[in-house]
Nanobody, 129 residues
Framework: VQLQASGGGLVQAGGSLRLSCAASGRTFSSYAMGWFRQAPGKEREFVAA????????YYADSVKGRFTISRDNAKNTVYLQMNILKPEDTAVYYC???????????????????????WGQGTQVTVSS
């Protein structure tokens, strides 16, 4: 599957953005999806994940209550709605897909980048103070 992320940009602190990740192929609904981010000089970190049906989601503590992950399997697209943005949210955001569709029972497995099989190219989000 090929992933194409979009929707990044420059926004003031407190503002909102919605990222989209469009997937190619007919089997999108068989993948669980995740969003990760990487700030300059830092390692890539987990942001949020969603199961194939959308019935299960998981968020990093740093974004819980501010970000919402969702998906539309008919459109082969996963979204990340980001509200109350902070300067520390500034990063390149990547979408990723993992085979199997379900989120693993281990949180450690959900947040590990190595558990995802396909990656998009990233979209820049910059939050000014």
């Amino acid at each position: 599957v090929q992933l194409q992320a979009s929707g990044g940009g420059l926004v003031q602190a407190g503002g909102s953005l919605r990222l989209s990740c469009a997937a190619s192929g007919r089997t999108f609904s068989s993948y669980a999806m995740g969003w990760f981010r990487q700030a300059p000089g830092k390692e890539r970190e987990f942001v949020a994940a969603i199961s194939w049906s959308g019935g299960s989601t998981y968020y990093a503590d740093s974004v819980k209550g501010r970000f919402t992950i969702s998906r539309d399997n008919a459109k082969n697209t996963v979204y990340l709605q980001m509200n109350i943005l902070k300067p520390e949210d500034t990063a390149v955001y990547y979408c990723a897909a993992r085979r199997g569709g379900a989120l693993p029972p281990s949180i450690r497995a959900v947040v590990a980048a190595t558990g995802y099989d396909y990656w998009g190219q990233g979209t820049q989000v910059t939050v000014s103070s």
